[in-house]
């Protein structure tokens, strides 16, 4: 790999052509590795004088990994450009900002004032019979928690308390409970694989879900554990969409492979995974596009991304993060068909719990696809990205305070 880096062609370079994508680089004349103070040219004015080292990579400065020369022109091998800089970034989130709990409960509000509601209507001064189990079941299908929930918690709470007076406290307190029992399996932290440089995570989802925004918070994470990271401006089809992930980049000191607007999306994932590999980098992001409106297209499009990385690194993507808007309720279900049938989708993103969230969903995605949920959004600030926990998250739909 390394090789490649001082121009040597690989045999595999040519057998693999066909399928690598439309990289209008290969024709650039050998160049030098970037060194540091040309990534410091290539920075732009004010982020250039900042202690953050910012790259933004773009078609006007092409990549410079020159593949395919004459041996004999090989040029005297030189150091790797230098692993960016990995110092953790300043990690304090404003101390004014309200906590997270309290904006995932603020955004749960509209849920869970529903579902506390329908609770203290059902169960006034009454014991559990049949009919209030029924309405129960309801109340809880129409929260979007699902069916299969719906039933298997409205069966436990019978089992042991049927014929009995029960108060609406003690049945949010139940709910909260077995809530947390079938979600607690798909809240799993997003690990990083140490082994993989770099683990790369590919972000889908449809347009406005918060894949970039999602991004950004990653970076930031990642960073403050002090992990070296890289981002990708896969969703080229939108001009503003690739400058949007430039800012998250400078934000958060992450270099930014990015090409103009219409420029083909797995090609610059390509480079950015051979990039990432040959400076060591820990992890790599890389957006693309969601537009369903072109389904095919997007598929075809996802599907060559996947095939391409693979070029580089047949284990890659390490992470499909499919990112699910928390304010569109039922419609999550089938955007995760959708996407899980395009690429394989392998963790969730839930993002605006903040915000009138219909938070019952995710307890029926838990249910139905059991795909992990790696983390979830509750503000479009760079620090508003929380690990799911299980227990607040249940606790919150019932309008529960936590421990
Ligand atoms: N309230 C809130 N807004 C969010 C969150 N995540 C993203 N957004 C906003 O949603 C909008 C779309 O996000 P973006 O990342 O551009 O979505 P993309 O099209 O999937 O890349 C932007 O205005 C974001 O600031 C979140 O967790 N909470
Ligand atoms: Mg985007």
């Given at each position: 790999m390394i090789l490649r880096w001082f121009g040597r062609k690989k045999p595999e370079d040519d057998a693999r052509k066909p399928e690598?994508?439309?990289?209008?680089?290969?024709?650039?004349p050998p160049q030098p590795a970037p060194s540091v103070a040309d990534d410091a040219a290539a920075t732009t004015g004010a982020a250039a004088s900042k202690t953050i080292e910012t790259r933004v990579v773009s078609e006007a400065e092409?990549?410079?990994?020159?593949?395919?020369?004459?041996i004999d022109t090989v040029p005297v091998p030189q150091p790797?450009?230098?692993?960016?800089?990995?110092?953790?970034?300043?990690?304090?989130?404003?101390?004014?900002?309200?906590?997270w709990f309290s904006r995932l409960k603020e955004g749960l509000a509209k849920s869970s004032s529903k579902l506390t509601e329908g609770i203290s209507g059902i169960f006034t001064?009454?014991?559990?019979d049949d009919a209030a189990l029924e309405e129960l079941e309801e109340l809880l299908i129409t929260a979007d928690l699902g069916p299969t929930t719906a039933a298997k918690v409205t069966a436990e709470l019978a089992r042991t308390r049927f014929g009995k007076e029960v108060t609406a406290e003690e049945v949010k307190g139940f709910l909260a409970a077995e809530i947390a029992k079938t979600i607690s399996p798909i809240a799993q932290p997003l690990v990083i694989?140490?082994?993989?440089?770099?683990?790369v995570i590919l972000l889908v989802g449809v347009?406005?879900?918060?894949k970039t925004t999602t991004i950004g918070k990653l970076a930031r994470q990642f960073r403050a554990e002090g992990k070296s990271v890289m981002l990708a401006a896969?969703?080229?089809?939108?001009a503003a969409a690739v400058s949007q992930l430039k800012i998250w980049g400078e934000r958060t000191g992450c270099e930014v492979i990015a090409r103009d607007t219409g420029a083909d999306a797995a090609g610059l994932a390509f480079d950015a995974v051979e990039r990432a590999r040959a400076q060591g980098v820990d992890v790599l992001l890389i957006d693309t596009a969601g537009r369903l409106q072109n389904k095919a297209g997007l598929m075809d499009e996802l599907r060559k991304i996947v095939r391409v990385i693979k070029k580089v690194d047949?284990?890659?993507?390490h992470t499909t993060l499919l990112t699910l808007d928390a304010t569109t309720g039922q419609n999550a279900h089938s955007q995760v068909e959708i996407f899980r049938d395009m690429v394989n989708v392998n963790g969730l993103i839930l993002t605006k719990?903040?915000?009138?969230?219909?938070?019952?969903v995710l307890v029926a995605l838990a249910e139905k696809f059991?795909?992990?949920?790696?983390a979830i959004g509750v503000?479009?600030?760079?620090?508003d990205l929380r690990p799911f926990d299980a227990d607040a998250f249940a606790k919150s739909l019932m309008g529960l305070n936590a421990d």
């Open positions: 690598t994508p439309d990289r209008s680089d290969h024709a650039v092409p990549m410079s990994v020159p593949v395919s020369h004459p790797l450009p230098s692993v960016q800089a990995v110092e953790p970034i300043i990690d304090e989130p404003p101390p004014t900002k309200k906590g001064k009454r014991k559990l694989d140490p082994a993989r440089k770099p683990h347009n406005g879900t918060g896969g969703d080229t089809f939108r047949d284990s890659a993507p719990l903040d915000g009138s969230a219909r938070g019952g059991k795909l992990p949920v790696h503000g479009e600030g760079v620090y």
